[in-house]
């Protein structure tokens, strides 16, 4: 049922239910990213049972330190365990749902019931989450997982705002809802198209996005109708907007699409989203919606992006016809590893070709953004170069303001 969301504290309305910011993480670089840059949770995929086979994915060593770290900062990680079962899939599931256990997962996220039930059965600590795979989009079905001990439903992506509202009001677990990332041209769960094109199952971890690929669009005597090929793949997600509504409906997590991101577009994502998260919940009734929120997110490597079925069945213009736009408005450049203050260096990791006199901008879960021109670059032995075109080369640039491990700095294009 619907908590209270807000109270009033020392004369002013403050919010008291803050969801939790979940966040994807491909591999344990992108898991701390998520995690420095703001993330209160982050769901990783294991080597087995998990949707994303083409995502690094997690070893059960790999899931430990990862859990060993999240926990450090206080964050949570969840494991997807939510691929479609076959009878081939069913050994070692006892012992992989037992290992998780040991290691301190605080939840899975699972979309076969028998996953659900084995690890009720099992008696393990952590919480089972149902996947957006099972494609939920009504309190009658949200109250029977809670019947069979689920704890958190993670809904489809095609709820409404109005549907939202109305299963929050009437849910007794928590409620999950995407915010931020790809959408599905099809219903959530439900696309056949890889396993009929390319043999690969879109529900155990090989969709093959055959919704991206160009077609021939053909009249009925096989004539093919102009010279552009047509795709029928929807915009991305982008609820920046529609953050505050979604505070105050009493969504308890806000989830971001994208294992297979880069840590540039985790940290971007992430951090601009956390910003306007604690913005809004600090002084909701003072907030203003400041456009630095909507031009950070577009600095991250975007298809175009929409706000899907938030307000209604999506129209035509939610979708992405005869085009395939996917680029970063700004390049990822640098990585801070350390900084002096009294030098003024920045000892950083390159990850992107950049020169002297070039203009980049550093950004921060901890600090404003910084535009700044290169005006040096020394390599570790402290001489002067001109060009940063070794990847992951240890380099030394000047930046007179503060700067600090973990920040980013992305290109700034003229």
């Known amino acids: 049922m619907k908590k209270e969301i807000s109270q009033i504290i020392n004369g002013r309305r403050v919010i008291v239910k803050k969801p939790e910011l979940l966040a994807p993480a491909g591999n344990l670089e992108k898991l701390k990213t998520a995690v420095l840059y703001g993330a209160d949770a982050v769901f990783i995929g294991g080597k087995e049972f998990s949707l994303r086979s083409l995502a690094s994915n997690f070893s059960l060593e790999d899931i430990a330190e990862a859990v060993s770290f999240s926990h450090r900062y ?57 996947s957006t795979q099972m494609s ?24 409404t705002f109005e549907e939202l509202k109305s299963i929050i009001d009437k849910s007794p677990i928590d409620i ?12 959530s769960g439900r696309c056949m198209l890889s396993n009929y094109y390319s043999r690969r199952d879109a529900n155990r971890g090989g969709c093959s996005q055959s919704c991206r690929w160009f077609y021939s669009l053909e009249n009925a005597d096989g004539t093919v ?50 910003k306007l998260i604690d913005a809004y919940c600090d002084d909701p009734d003072h907030f203003e919606f400041d456009e630095f929120y909507e031009e950070e997110l577009l600095k991250a490597a975007n298809r ?3 706000t899907g079925f938030f307000y209604g069945i999506a129209s035509e213009n939610e979708q992405l ?20 203050d009294e030098s003024k260096l920045a000892k950083i990791e390159q990850r992107n070709y950049f020169r002297v006199g070039e203009t980049v901008e550093f950004f ?51």
């Open 74 to 130: 206080g964050a949570k990680v969840h494991v997807t365990t939510n691929i479609v079962m076959h009878e081939e899939n069913l050994d070692g599931l006892e012992d992989y749902l037992k290992a998780l256990d040991s290691i301190g997962v605080d939840a899975i996220i699972a979309a076969d019931p028998h996953v659900i039930f084995t690890a009720k059965r099992l008696g393990c600590h952590f919480e089972t989450h149902l």
């Open 225 to 274: 109708i102009g010279d552009t090929p047509f795709t029928m793949s929807s915009r991305d997600l982008a609820s920046i907007r529609e953050i505050p509504q979604l505070i105050e409906a009493g969504v308890d997590s806000f989830k971001i699409e994208g294992r297979m991101k880069s840590i540039h577009y985790i940290a971007t994502v992430v951090s601009c989203y956390r």
């Open 176 to 187: 999950e809802y995407f915010i931020h990332g790809a959408m599905c041209i099809n219903l």
């Open 364 to 414: 921060s879960p901890s600090h404003d953004n910084i535009v700044m021109e290169i005006s040096h670059i020394y390599n570790e032995n402290m001489e002067e170069v001109e060009v940063a075109n070794h990847p992951m080369e240890i380099l030394y640039i000047p930046v007179t303001e503060p700067v600090k491990a973990n920040d980013m700095a992305r290109k700034v294009r003229k």
């Open 136 to 159: 939920t989009t009504n309190s009658e079905a949200v109250a029977f997982w809670a019947s069979q001990g689920v704890e958190r439903v993670v809904l489809a992506r095609e709820v």
């Open 304 to 306: 175009q992006v929409g």
């Open 321 to 340: 016809f005869n085009l395939r736009d996917e680029h970063p408005t700004q390049e990822f450049v640098i990585r801070v590893l350390d900084y002096n």
